[in-house]
């Protein structure tokens, strides 16, 4: 069974930093790209941004100079470095597995991240 699971949100106050931590395990034979959608009570959700395993990355353009996201390929994991956070990043961040640039194959459980004014 495969598992993506989330971790390192919560509570920071406008300008802070938070560093998202996803890892994939199980029966993944194909991980091409890994990121990052987030979506706000009563918002569509929308994608932060991704990255492939040959280091090809995208970001919407909100959190474009903000936000990094990371890759340690060896062990299916992704990082998204979140600095200058703004209360317009208050969202719940869901993880996603792909086998190819277009695919959402796995997600994770989502994690909330709240910024204070």
């Known amino acids: 069974q495969v598992q993506v699971v989330e971790s390192g949100g919560g509570l920071v106050q406008a300008g802070g930093s938070l560093r998202l931590s996803c890892a994939a395990s199980g029966s993944i034979f194909v991980v091409d790209a890994m990121g990052w959608y987030r979506q706000a009570p009563g918002k569509q959700r929308e994608l932060v941004a991704r990255v492939t395993g040959a280091g090809r990355t995208d970001y919407m353009d909100s959190v474009q100079g903000r936000f990094t996201i990371s890759r340690d390929s060896t062990k299916n994991t992704v990082y998204l470095q979140m600095n200058s956070l703004k209360p317009e990043d208050t969202a719940v961040y869901y993880c996603?597995?792909?086998?190819?640039?277009?695919?959402?194959?796995?997600w994770g459980q989502g994690t909330q991240v709240t910024v204070s004014s």
């Open positions: 996603f597995v792909g086998s190819n640039w277009l695919a959402r194959d796995y």
